[in-house]
C-alpha cells in the first residue's frame, strides 16, 4: 500500500465484513485517526487507521499484542486489515480522571493489579515480531554517549550504566505492553483495560516505570513526592517480584529515555521537567 493510501483511508475503505456504521471521529494524533463506530449488534467499536509515519512498526507489532492477549486485561482487537484495526470499545474514563477523583494511591492500585493481569499467563506463544528492550533505549546511549565525548557528567551516562546492567541481566524475560501509563487505561463495560500496546519482549520492571512520570501535568506536585515513588516502588515490586530498588533503577532508566527523546527534538522544558522527576527517583533510590 502507498503512503497516500495509508494515510487517506477512511470510512468508505474500511473492510465491508466488519459491518460498522456511524463513524464519528474523536481523535487525531500524529500516528493515527480514531474513529468512533457501531457494531452490526449496536455496541460501540473504535477504528484505528494508521498515518504513515516513521514508528509505524510501533502500532503494527501492538495490533499483534493486542490479538495475542485476546482480551485479558487489554482491548479486544476485532479486525485488522492493512493498516487500519477495530477495536472493542474501552470506555471513557481514563486512569487519570481516578487519580484525580479518588486519589493518587487509589489509582496505582489500579494500575498495579492492570499490570499483573497483562503479565498472567498465556497458552499462546507470543507474536514473533516483538522488539527487544534493548533496541528501545538506543536514545538513552546516544545522548550518553555524546555527553561522555563532550565531557559533561550528566545524569544519561548514570542511567545508561543502569539501564546497561538491567538490560544484560534481565530479571526475566516477558512480552510487554511497552507505554503503560494513566492514560492509556480505561475504564468501561470489562472493567479497567488498557490500550496502545507497542509489543516488546524485556523485563518487566520497564513497564512499571512509565507510571512514576505520569500524569505527565504533575511533575511540579505529585511526581515529585517521595513518599509516592517509594510507595509505587514498594507495590509493583511485590507484583512483579523483584525489589524495590530495581524498580526504582528501571524508572531512573526510563526517565533519561524519555528525557533523551525529549533532547533529540529539542524539546528543552520537557527535558528540563523529566529530569527533575528523575532526580527525585534517584534520591528516593539512594534510601533503600
Not at 497458552?123 to 555527553?147: C, G, Y
Not at 492514560?183 to 496502545?196: A, P, S, T
Request: with cysteine.
Amino acid at each position: 500500500m502507498d503512503q497516500a493510501g495509508i494515510s487517506d483511508r477512511g470510512p468508505e475503505r474500511w473492510p465491508k465484513n466488519w459491518n460498522v456504521s456511524d463513524p464519528q471521529l474523536i481523535a487525531e494524533t500524529f500516528s493515527s485517526r480514531i474513529w468512533k463506530v457501531r457494531l452490526a449488534d449496536g455496541k460501540p467499536a473504535v477504528v484505528k487507521a494508521l498515518k504513515p509515519f516513521d514508528d509505524v512498526a510501533d502500532e503494527l507489532r501492538g495490533a499483534h499484542y493486542l490479538s495475542w492477549r485476546d482480551g485479558v486485561g487489554a482491548v479486544r482487537l476485532l479486525g485488522f486489515e492493512g493498516h487500519d484495526m477495530l477495536l472493542e470499545y474501552a470506555g471513557e474514563r481514563l486512569l487519570v480522571d481516578e487519580l484525580n477523583d479518588h486519589g493518587d494511591r487509589h489509582a496505582t492500585d489500579i494500575a498495579n493489579e492492570v499490570m499483573a493481569q497483562l503479565f498472567s499467563p498465556s497458552d499462546v506463544p507470543p507474536p514473533a515480531d516483538l522488539q527487544p528492550l534493548r533496541q528501545r533505549f538506543d536514545s538513552l546511549f546516544k545522548k550518553a554517549e555524546l555527553d561522555r565525548d563532550a565531557g559533561l557528567a550528566s545524569p544519561y551516562r548514570d542511567a545508561s550504566v543502569i539501564a546497561e546492567r538491567l538490560l544484560s541481566d534481565p530479571h526475566e524475560l516477558r512480552v510487554l505492553h511497552g507505554d503503560l501509563h494513566h492514560d492509556n487505561i480505561l475504564f468501561g463495560e470489562r472493567g479497567w483495560l488498557v490500550i496502545d500496546p507497542k509489543g516488546i519482549l524485556g523485563d518487566p520492571g520497564f513497564d512499571a516505570a512509565n507510571f512514576f512520570y505520569n500524569p505527565l501535568d504533575r511533575h511540579d506536585d505529585l511526581c515529585v513526592d517521595p513518599q509516592r515513588i517509594a510507595y509505587m516502588a514498594e507495590v509493583f515490586a511485590r507484583t512483579l517480584g523483584q525489589r524495590p530498588d530495581t524498580i526504582l533503577d528501571h524508572a531512573i532508566a526510563w526517565g533519561c529515555l524519555s528525557s533523551s527523546w525529549h533532547a533529540e527534538d529539542k524539546n528543552d522544558e520537557d527535558e528540563a521537567s523529566e529530569l527533575a522527576v528523575v532526580a527525585v527517583v534517584r534520591a528516593v533510590r539512594a534510601s533503600f
